[in-house]
Structure formats: structure tokens, C-alpha cells
């Protein structure tokens, strides 16, 4: 007989979580059978060490707001996860040890060539605008990075590293003659679905890629202005599902 392997999430808040459905209908559809995903709110990082000690864990995903603060953790790091400076998956070795990974990064770099560049050429002299400076910001710049698309960074503050939405709305051409605008920011998510990032959206065309990282609602706002304007759009369904399967795919591996 098999033994059983349990598999979950840690996060603060985890009541609207896709993961535990994901998984718990992939154990079923695919007969992979002994595999349960759980859920394990956690007041504070703090309380990793007893998680681990008192469940028999065989791989971890990690949400808001522990994908840094778990790294200290763990014993040793996957490249992606020290490129992205995040992890959210954890791998549970045979011999004890936990090892982190990004499979957002995997996720978001694959649907974005799926979509982007094998289905246009290679998009060679594409630039791009990322709106926000958040986790799922830093996973995305790594990608663009490592893709060669260069690209500025948006937040609602000015610093060294970023632009303001009141530099696109005083200066348009910025997003005129940037292809790709990617929404790292949860503008517009399920429930705050009237809301939506502050860019002159009357200087979008046919040109533009609109990719919004936000799942729910399938289509967003800020998807609807670009699309209406001509420009391609995609949310964030296809990278959620990427990185899901990656962490199955890591956790395989073990
Ligand atoms: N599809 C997927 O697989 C996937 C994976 C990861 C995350 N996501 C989605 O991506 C979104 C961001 O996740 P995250 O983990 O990066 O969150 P986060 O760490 O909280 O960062 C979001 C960033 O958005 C900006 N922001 C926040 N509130 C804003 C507001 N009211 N107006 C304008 N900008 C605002 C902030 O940047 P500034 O302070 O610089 O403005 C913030 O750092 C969420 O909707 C999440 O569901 C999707």
C-alpha cells in the first residue's frame, strides 16, 4: 500500500484560495490517489517551525504575506526562487531538508511566450510597462529581464527605480509607444471589480498587449479599456495554472 502524502498552502488569509480546489480536483480526476491538499493559516511566520514539526508534510505552497519572510527556513534555494527573492513553493527532500522554488516565475514567463512571443514573431523590439512593485511584480520583472524585454516600473510613489501613473497621464506617449503593459497590481479584482490602473487609456491601439495577472473576474476592467481600444488582452488564468502544475511537477520530484 501507498503511504499517504499531504500537500497545502500557508498564507495569512486563505478563505478565497484557488489551491485546495485545484488540487483536491486534480488528486480526484487524475485517480492520483493517498494525496490530500490542506490549508494552514498562519498568524505569523513564527508558527512554520511547529507546522512542520506536528504535520507530515510532503510539499508546501506559500501565499501573502510569507513568500519571503518563509526563506529563512529553508535550507537551500532553487534558482528561480533566488532570482525572484520569493518563494512559493516548498519541496520536503527525503533526507529532512526544504527547499523553495518560484514557480510563478515558470508560470508567468511560459503563458507570456505562449501568447506573446512564439504567437507574434518573437516580438523583437517589444518594451513593456509593469504597473505596481509588489511580490508578483518582482517575478514578472525577473521574466522580462531574462526574455531581454526592457521595461520601466509603475507605482503609485516616485523613487529611483519607478515612474507614477501622473507621469503616464502628463507624459502619454509613455504608454503610446509601449506595447506590452502588464497589471501586477490587484486593481479590479474580485470584489473591488470597478476599479482599474489610473493610464491614459485614449493613446491604446491595435499594438498593444494588455496581460493583467488578476484571475477573477475572468475579465477585468482594465482588460476592457485596452480591448475596446483594439489591443490584445489576457488575465492571469493561464499563469495560475502554470504555477499550480509546476509545483505538482516539483513536488514529483522529490
Ligand atoms: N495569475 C497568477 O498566477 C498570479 C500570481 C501572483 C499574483 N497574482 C495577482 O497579482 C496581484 C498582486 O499580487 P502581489 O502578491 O504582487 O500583491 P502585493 O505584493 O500586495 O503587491 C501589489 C502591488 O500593487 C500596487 N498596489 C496595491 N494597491 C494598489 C492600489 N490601490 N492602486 C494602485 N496600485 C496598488 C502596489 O505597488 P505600489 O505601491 O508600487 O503602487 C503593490 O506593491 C493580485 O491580484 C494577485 O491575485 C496572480
Redesign the pocket.
Known amino acids: 500500500m501507498k503511504h499517504s502524502r499531504t500537500f497545502g498552502l500557508i498564507g495569512r488569509s486563505l478563505k478565497h484560495s484557488f489551491s485546495e480546489g485545484y488540487f483536491t480536483r486534480k488528486f480526484e480526476e487524475e485517480h492520483i490517489t493517498g494525496c490530500t491538499y490542506r490549508l494552514f493559516e498562519l498568524s505569523d511566520i513564527k508558527e512554520f517551525e511547529t507546522l512542520i514539526k506536528t504535520v507530515p508534510l510532503a510539499g508546501l505552497n506559500v501565499t ?1 504575506p510569507y513568500k519571503e519572510q518563509v526563506m529563512t527556513y529553508l535550507h537551500k534555494l532553487d534558482i528561480s526562487a533566488e532570482k525572484v527573492g520569493a518563494v512559493n513553493v516548498i519541496r520536503f527532500e527525503s533526507n529532512g531538508q526544504l527547499t523553495g522554488f518560484n514557480s ?1 516565475y515558470y ?1 508567468f514567463k511560459t503563458s507570456l511566450e505562449n501568447w506573446l512571443l512564439h504567437g507574434n514573431n518573437g516580438n523583437q523590439s517589444i518594451s513593456a510597462l509593469i ?7 518582482k517575478a514578472v520583472s525577473v521574466v522580462l529581464k531574462d526574455l531581454e524585454i526592457p521595461y520601466k516600473l509603475v ?3 516616485a523613487t529611483e527605480n ?1 515612474i507614477t501613473y501622473k507621469d503616464l497621464n502628463q507624459n502619454p506617449e509613455l504608454v503610446r509607444d509601449t506595447g506590452l503593459i502588464i497589471n ?4 479590479g ?1 474580485y470584489p473591488q471589480v470597478d ?1 482599474y ?1 489610473d493610464l491614459p487609456y485614449n493613446v491604446v491601439g491595435k499594438n498593444h498587449f494588455f496581460y493583467d ?3 477573477n473576474p475572468e475579465t477585468t476592467l482594465f482588460m476592457e479599456k485596452g480591448f475596446s481600444r483594439g489591443a490584445s488582452v489576457k488575465n ?2 493561464d ?2 495554472h502554470l ?1 499550480a502544475e509546476k509545483s505538482w511537477e516539483i513536488w514529483s520530484q522529490a
Open positions: 501573502i510563478d508560470g504597473l505596481g512593485t509588489g511580490g508578483a511584480s507605482s503609485r510613489s519607478t501586477t497590481t490587484p486593481l479584482m476599479e490602473p495577472l488578476v484571475y492571469g488564468l499563469m495560475l504555477q
